[in-house]
Protein backbone atom coordinates (compact mmCIF):
# COMPACT_ATOMS: atom_id res chain seq x y z
CA UNK A 1 0.00 0.00 0.00
CA UNK A 2 2.67 2.38 0.98
CA UNK A 3 5.10 1.46 -2.21
CA UNK A 4 1.54 2.43 -4.25
CA UNK A 5 1.09 5.76 -2.83
CA UNK A 6 5.16 6.70 -3.02
CA UNK A 7 5.07 7.72 -7.33
CA UNK A 8 1.60 9.60 -6.27
CA UNK A 9 3.46 11.80 -3.36
CA UNK A 10 6.45 12.45 -5.85
CA UNK A 11 4.23 13.20 -8.65
CA UNK A 12 2.53 15.92 -6.37
CA UNK A 13 5.72 17.29 -5.22
CA UNK A 14 7.14 17.35 -9.52
CA UNK A 15 4.13 19.06 -10.01
CA UNK A 16 3.97 21.62 -7.24
CA UNK A 17 7.66 22.43 -8.76
CA UNK A 18 6.63 22.80 -12.11
CA UNK A 19 3.23 24.87 -11.34
CA UNK A 20 5.70 27.38 -9.68
CA UNK A 21 3.27 27.41 -6.79
CA UNK A 22 5.74 26.45 -3.98
CA UNK A 23 6.28 28.22 -1.03
CA UNK A 24 8.62 31.62 -1.32
CA UNK A 25 9.20 34.99 0.19
CA UNK A 26 10.29 36.65 -2.79
CA UNK A 27 10.41 36.23 -6.85
CA UNK A 28 13.15 35.73 -8.87
CA UNK A 29 15.47 38.07 -11.14
CA UNK A 30 14.25 36.33 -14.23
CA UNK A 31 10.77 36.53 -12.90
CA UNK A 32 10.81 40.26 -12.33
CA UNK A 33 12.57 41.14 -15.49
CA UNK A 34 10.63 38.80 -17.77
CA UNK A 35 9.27 40.22 -21.04
CA UNK A 36 5.58 40.06 -21.85
CA UNK A 37 4.19 39.19 -25.53
CA UNK A 38 2.60 42.09 -27.58
CA UNK A 39 2.25 41.40 -31.11
CA UNK A 40 4.90 38.75 -32.55
CA UNK A 41 7.28 41.13 -30.10
CA UNK A 42 8.69 40.39 -27.02
CA UNK A 43 8.88 43.88 -24.55
CA UNK A 44 9.16 45.08 -21.64
CA UNK A 45 7.11 48.06 -19.51
CA UNK A 46 10.16 49.26 -17.94
CA UNK A 47 13.97 49.95 -18.74
CA UNK A 48 16.85 47.50 -17.64
CA UNK A 49 19.45 49.16 -16.31
CA UNK A 50 22.49 47.38 -15.32
CA UNK A 51 24.62 49.12 -12.57
CA UNK A 52 28.13 49.10 -13.46
CA UNK A 53 31.60 51.10 -13.58
CA UNK A 54 30.92 52.08 -17.44
CA UNK A 55 27.18 53.41 -16.50
CA UNK A 56 27.25 55.32 -13.65
CA UNK A 57 28.15 58.71 -15.10
CA UNK A 58 24.78 58.10 -17.42
CA UNK A 59 22.86 57.27 -14.53
CA UNK A 60 24.27 60.51 -12.91
CA UNK A 61 23.61 62.52 -15.24
CA UNK A 62 19.94 61.43 -15.77
CA UNK A 63 17.22 64.10 -13.82
CA UNK A 64 16.44 63.78 -10.13
CA UNK A 65 18.50 63.91 -7.20
CA UNK A 66 18.69 62.99 -3.69
CA UNK A 67 18.96 66.39 -1.91
CA UNK A 68 15.67 67.89 0.00
CA UNK A 69 14.16 69.30 -3.53
CA UNK A 70 14.89 72.79 -2.42
CA UNK A 71 17.08 75.37 -3.34
CA UNK A 72 19.71 77.19 -0.70
CA UNK A 73 21.40 80.90 -0.65
CA UNK A 74 25.13 80.68 -0.20
CA UNK A 75 26.54 83.13 3.00
CA UNK A 76 26.72 86.94 1.17
CA UNK A 77 29.79 89.08 3.53
CA UNK A 78 28.55 91.67 5.64
CA UNK A 79 30.17 94.17 8.10
CA UNK A 80 29.49 92.83 10.97
CA UNK A 81 27.24 96.06 12.56
CA UNK A 82 23.87 96.83 13.77
CA UNK A 83 21.84 98.79 10.86
CA UNK A 84 18.75 100.84 11.77
CA UNK A 85 15.54 99.86 9.93
CA UNK A 86 12.13 100.64 10.08
CA UNK A 87 10.35 99.61 12.57
CA UNK A 88 13.02 99.86 15.26
CA UNK A 89 12.65 102.37 17.99
CA UNK A 90 15.17 104.96 18.91
CA UNK A 91 15.86 106.67 22.44
CA UNK A 92 17.63 109.77 22.59
CA UNK A 93 19.08 111.55 25.13
CA UNK A 94 20.67 115.12 24.49
CA UNK A 95 22.87 116.81 26.75
CA UNK A 96 23.94 120.25 27.01
CA UNK A 97 26.04 122.28 29.33
CA UNK A 98 23.94 125.88 28.76
CA UNK A 99 21.78 126.97 31.37
CA UNK A 100 18.75 128.28 29.58
CA UNK A 101 18.43 125.98 25.93
CA UNK A 102 15.72 125.27 23.86
CA UNK A 103 15.73 121.57 25.26
CA UNK A 104 16.75 121.98 29.06
CA UNK A 105 15.24 123.76 31.84
CA UNK A 106 17.32 125.94 34.17
CA UNK A 107 19.37 123.79 36.22
CA UNK A 108 19.13 120.71 33.94
CA UNK A 109 22.11 119.06 31.97
CA UNK A 110 20.31 116.30 29.62
CA UNK A 111 16.63 116.11 28.03
CA UNK A 112 15.24 112.28 27.21
CA UNK A 113 12.82 112.22 24.02
CA UNK A 114 10.10 110.19 23.75
CA UNK A 115 10.84 107.40 22.34
CA UNK A 116 11.19 107.25 18.23
CA UNK A 117 9.81 104.80 16.12
CA UNK A 118 11.71 104.71 12.47
CA UNK A 119 8.84 105.40 10.16
CA UNK A 120 8.05 102.91 6.94
CA UNK A 121 9.94 105.54 5.30
CA UNK A 122 13.12 105.24 7.45
CA UNK A 123 13.04 108.52 9.17
CA UNK A 124 12.04 109.76 12.68
CA UNK A 125 10.81 113.23 13.53
CA UNK A 126 13.11 115.34 16.14
CA UNK A 127 11.68 118.34 18.02
CA UNK A 128 12.99 121.97 17.00
CA UNK A 129 15.05 119.82 13.93
CA UNK A 130 12.44 117.97 12.18
CA UNK A 131 12.12 114.84 9.96
CA UNK A 132 15.46 112.99 9.63
CA UNK A 133 16.28 109.75 7.59
CA UNK A 134 18.21 107.51 9.78
CA UNK A 135 17.80 104.25 8.12
CA UNK A 136 20.03 102.07 6.24
CA UNK A 137 22.66 103.46 9.00
CA UNK A 138 24.44 101.91 11.81
CA UNK A 139 23.33 103.47 14.82
CA UNK A 140 27.08 105.33 15.47
CA UNK A 141 26.24 107.11 12.29
CA UNK A 142 22.78 107.74 13.48
CA UNK A 143 24.01 109.30 16.63
CA UNK A 144 26.54 111.51 14.61
CA UNK A 145 23.58 112.73 12.48
CA UNK A 146 21.09 113.63 14.99
CA UNK A 147 23.84 115.68 17.08
CA UNK A 148 24.39 117.75 13.82
CA UNK A 149 21.09 118.73 13.46
CA UNK A 150 21.11 119.56 16.71
CA UNK A 151 24.01 121.85 16.69
CA UNK A 152 22.06 124.47 15.26
CA UNK A 153 19.71 124.20 17.81
CA UNK A 154 21.91 123.68 21.01
CA UNK A 155 26.18 124.24 19.95
CA UNK A 156 26.84 122.39 22.78
CA UNK A 157 24.65 119.58 22.46
CA UNK A 158 25.73 115.41 22.97
CA UNK A 159 23.35 112.92 22.28
CA UNK A 160 23.26 109.61 23.35
CA UNK A 161 21.19 107.22 21.21
CA UNK A 162 20.12 103.58 21.65
CA UNK A 163 17.54 101.53 19.30
CA UNK A 164 15.39 97.92 19.75
CA UNK A 165 15.49 96.21 16.44
CA UNK A 166 11.83 96.22 15.52
CA UNK A 167 10.26 93.06 13.29
CA UNK A 168 12.52 94.04 10.03
CA UNK A 169 15.90 93.90 12.62
CA UNK A 170 14.30 90.42 13.97
CA UNK A 171 14.51 86.58 12.90
CA UNK A 172 12.25 83.85 14.39
CA UNK A 173 13.84 80.44 15.31
CA UNK A 174 10.56 78.57 14.69
CA UNK A 175 11.04 75.04 16.14
CA UNK A 176 13.67 72.07 16.14
CA UNK A 177 15.53 73.76 18.74
CA UNK A 178 16.21 74.13 22.57
CA UNK A 179 14.70 77.89 23.00
CA UNK A 180 12.68 78.82 19.56
CA UNK A 181 11.66 82.35 19.81
CA UNK A 182 12.01 85.68 18.30
CA UNK A 183 15.72 86.63 18.14
CA UNK A 184 17.28 90.34 17.24
CA UNK A 185 20.13 90.67 14.50
CA UNK A 186 22.66 91.78 16.60
CA UNK A 187 25.05 92.66 13.04
CA UNK A 188 24.37 92.34 9.75
CA UNK A 189 26.90 89.20 9.66
CA UNK A 190 24.44 87.00 11.48
CA UNK A 191 24.13 83.58 9.80
CA UNK A 192 22.07 80.63 10.43
CA UNK A 193 24.30 78.43 12.51
CA UNK A 194 24.81 81.35 15.05
CA UNK A 195 20.90 82.05 15.05
CA UNK A 196 20.60 77.92 15.73
CA UNK A 197 23.55 78.50 18.35
CA UNK A 198 21.76 81.31 20.02
CA UNK A 199 18.74 78.92 20.05
CA UNK A 200 20.37 76.04 21.92
CA UNK A 201 21.14 74.35 19.62
CA UNK A 202 19.78 71.46 17.06
CA UNK A 203 17.18 68.51 19.05
CA UNK A 204 19.22 65.79 19.02
CA UNK A 205 16.25 63.57 18.35
CA UNK A 206 15.97 64.85 14.80
CA UNK A 207 17.03 61.90 11.97
CA UNK A 208 19.95 63.90 9.95
CA UNK A 209 18.17 67.58 10.57
CA UNK A 210 17.17 69.46 7.77
CA UNK A 211 16.99 73.53 7.87
CA UNK A 212 14.12 75.45 5.94
CA UNK A 213 14.45 79.06 5.70
CA UNK A 214 11.17 81.08 4.39
CA UNK A 215 12.37 84.22 3.25
CA UNK A 216 9.89 86.65 0.73
CA UNK A 217 7.39 84.39 0.82
CA UNK A 218 9.61 81.51 -0.39
CA UNK A 219 11.33 78.26 0.86
CA UNK A 220 14.96 77.28 0.88
CA UNK A 221 16.28 74.30 2.35
CA UNK A 222 19.25 72.17 3.19
CA UNK A 223 20.91 69.91 5.87
CA UNK A 224 22.89 70.73 9.01
CA UNK A 225 25.31 68.00 7.75
CA UNK A 226 25.73 70.38 4.23
CA UNK A 227 26.35 73.80 5.84
CA UNK A 228 28.84 72.00 8.66
CA UNK A 229 31.21 70.59 6.02
CA UNK A 230 30.85 73.71 3.64
CA UNK A 231 30.73 77.32 5.96
CA UNK A 232 30.46 79.11 2.56
CA UNK A 233 26.63 78.10 2.66
CA UNK A 234 26.06 79.26 6.28
CA UNK A 235 23.51 81.91 5.04
CA UNK A 236 23.56 85.46 6.45
CA UNK A 237 20.35 86.43 7.75
CA UNK A 238 17.90 89.27 6.71
CA UNK A 239 15.61 90.58 8.93
CA UNK A 240 12.18 88.64 8.46
CA UNK A 241 13.68 85.28 7.94
CA UNK A 242 11.96 82.45 9.50
CA UNK A 243 13.71 79.56 10.53
CA UNK A 244 12.83 75.62 11.33
CA UNK A 245 14.99 72.97 11.63
CA UNK A 246 13.39 69.01 10.99
CA UNK A 247 13.87 65.50 10.66
CA UNK A 248 14.48 64.75 6.79
CA UNK A 249 11.65 62.23 5.69
CA UNK A 250 12.95 60.98 2.70
CA UNK A 251 12.73 57.38 2.85
CA UNK A 252 12.96 54.07 0.74
CA UNK A 253 11.58 50.88 0.83
CA UNK A 254 12.85 47.21 0.93
CA UNK A 255 11.31 44.14 -0.22
CA UNK A 256 11.79 40.52 -1.06
CA UNK A 257 14.52 38.48 0.77
CA UNK A 258 16.12 41.24 2.26
CA UNK A 259 16.70 41.46 5.97
CA UNK A 260 13.96 43.73 6.56
CA UNK A 261 11.12 44.48 4.48
CA UNK A 262 10.05 47.53 5.81
CA UNK A 263 10.18 51.58 4.66
CA UNK A 264 13.68 53.22 5.53
CA UNK A 265 14.05 56.98 6.00
CA UNK A 266 17.50 58.30 5.12
CA UNK A 267 19.74 58.86 7.73
CA UNK A 268 22.07 61.19 6.00
CA UNK A 269 21.98 63.35 2.98
CA UNK A 270 23.10 60.90 0.41
CA UNK A 271 22.50 57.08 0.67
CA UNK A 272 24.56 54.82 -1.82
CA UNK A 273 23.31 51.33 -2.72
CA UNK A 274 25.50 49.62 -0.08
CA UNK A 275 24.75 51.87 2.52
CA UNK A 276 21.00 51.34 1.94
CA UNK A 277 21.61 48.05 2.16
CA UNK A 278 23.16 48.08 5.64
CA UNK A 279 20.18 49.60 6.93
CA UNK A 280 17.61 46.83 5.58
CA UNK A 281 20.02 44.74 7.30
CA UNK A 282 21.63 42.94 4.15
CA UNK A 283 19.62 40.24 2.47
CA UNK A 284 18.86 36.77 3.95
CA UNK A 285 22.02 34.41 3.77
CA UNK A 286 19.66 31.23 2.99
CA UNK A 287 17.17 32.81 0.46
CA UNK A 288 18.77 35.93 -1.31
CA UNK A 289 19.87 36.27 -4.55
CA UNK A 290 23.01 38.71 -4.20
CA UNK A 291 23.43 38.91 -8.10
CA UNK A 292 19.77 39.65 -8.33
CA UNK A 293 19.21 42.97 -6.61
CA UNK A 294 17.05 45.42 -7.67
CA UNK A 295 16.41 48.78 -6.95
CA UNK A 296 12.95 50.17 -8.93
CA UNK A 297 12.83 53.61 -9.85
CA UNK A 298 9.70 56.02 -11.39
CA UNK A 299 10.74 59.10 -12.73
CA UNK A 300 8.30 61.80 -14.16
CA UNK A 301 7.07 61.29 -17.77
CA UNK A 302 9.56 65.25 -18.46
CA UNK A 303 12.45 63.13 -17.81
CA UNK A 304 12.00 60.04 -20.43
CA UNK A 305 14.12 61.45 -23.60
CA UNK A 306 16.20 59.34 -26.07
CA UNK A 307 19.94 58.89 -25.72
CA UNK A 308 21.76 59.20 -22.36
CA UNK A 309 20.27 62.29 -20.92
CA UNK A 310 17.73 60.40 -19.58
CA UNK A 311 15.95 56.90 -19.05
CA UNK A 312 14.18 55.51 -22.16
CA UNK A 313 11.36 54.63 -20.05
CA UNK A 314 9.82 55.97 -16.66
CA UNK A 315 9.88 52.98 -14.94
CA UNK A 316 13.40 51.81 -14.69
CA UNK A 317 15.00 48.89 -13.03
CA UNK A 318 18.54 48.87 -11.77
CA UNK A 319 20.54 45.77 -11.59
CA UNK A 320 22.92 45.28 -8.78
CA UNK A 321 25.60 42.53 -9.22
CA UNK A 322 27.20 42.07 -5.77
CA UNK A 323 28.71 38.70 -6.62
CA UNK A 324 31.62 40.85 -8.57
CA UNK A 325 34.10 43.24 -7.66
CA UNK A 326 32.77 46.02 -10.07
CA UNK A 327 29.22 45.39 -8.77
CA UNK A 328 30.27 45.90 -5.38
CA UNK A 329 32.20 49.24 -6.28
CA UNK A 330 29.76 50.19 -8.19
CA UNK A 331 26.80 49.67 -5.93
CA UNK A 332 28.95 52.26 -3.33
CA UNK A 333 28.84 54.65 -5.83
CA UNK A 334 25.40 54.49 -6.99
CA UNK A 335 23.02 57.01 -5.49
CA UNK A 336 19.56 55.79 -3.94
CA UNK A 337 16.53 58.64 -4.51
CA UNK A 338 13.59 58.87 -2.35
CA UNK A 339 10.76 56.70 -3.00
CA UNK A 340 13.14 53.51 -4.65
CA UNK A 341 12.15 50.27 -4.01
CA UNK A 342 15.76 48.03 -2.63
CA UNK A 343 14.43 44.12 -3.74
CA UNK A 344 16.29 41.77 -3.06
CA UNK A 345 15.56 38.25 -5.62
CA UNK A 346 14.82 34.68 -4.09
CA UNK A 347 17.79 32.91 -4.87
CA UNK A 348 16.80 30.05 -7.83
CA UNK A 349 18.48 27.37 -5.14
CA UNK A 350 15.64 27.92 -2.71
CA UNK A 351 13.19 26.29 -5.03
CA UNK A 352 15.28 23.52 -4.90
CA UNK A 353 15.97 23.18 -1.36
CA UNK A 354 11.89 23.62 -1.24
CA UNK A 355 11.61 20.45 -3.11
CA UNK A 356 14.34 18.50 -1.57
CA UNK A 357 11.95 19.57 1.88
CA UNK A 358 9.29 18.38 0.77
CA UNK A 359 10.86 14.86 -1.01
CA UNK A 360 11.87 14.48 2.41
CA UNK A 361 8.66 14.92 4.32
CA UNK A 362 6.70 12.87 1.34
CA UNK A 363 9.28 9.95 2.16
CA UNK A 364 9.19 10.09 6.05
CA UNK A 365 5.02 10.26 5.40
CA UNK A 366 5.64 7.31 2.90
CA UNK A 367 7.41 5.35 5.66
CA UNK A 368 4.94 5.99 8.39
CA UNK A 369 2.16 5.28 5.88
CA UNK A 370 4.02 1.67 5.36
CA UNK A 371 4.19 1.49 8.92
CA UNK A 372 0.74 1.64 9.78
CA UNK A 373 -0.03 -0.81 6.67
Not at 12 to 17: P, Q, R, S, T
Not at 239 to 261: M, N, P, Q, W, Y
Not at 315 to 321: L, S
Request: with cysteine; net charge negative; hydrophobic share 40%.
Amino acid sequence: MASARLPVLFGLVLLLAACGSLPRGAALRSEILQTQTLGAEQVRDFEVAPVTRALLPVYAAWPGNGGTGHSWIERVDQPQTRIIAPGDSLSITIWSTEENGLLTAPGQRFVSLPEQRVGANGTVFLPYVGTIKVSGMSPETARDRVEAEYADVTPSAQVQLGFAEGRQNTVSLVAGVAQPGSYPLPDNDFTVMGLIAEGGGVDKSLRNPQIRLTRDGRIYGTSVERLLDNPRLDTTLKGGDKIHVEADDRKFLSLGAAGTESVHYFTEDRLDALEAMAIIGGVSDSRADPGGILVLRRYPAQAVTPGAGGPDQSRVVFTIDLTSADGLFSAGEFEILPGDLVYATESPVTSATTIFGLLGSSLGLASRVGVSF
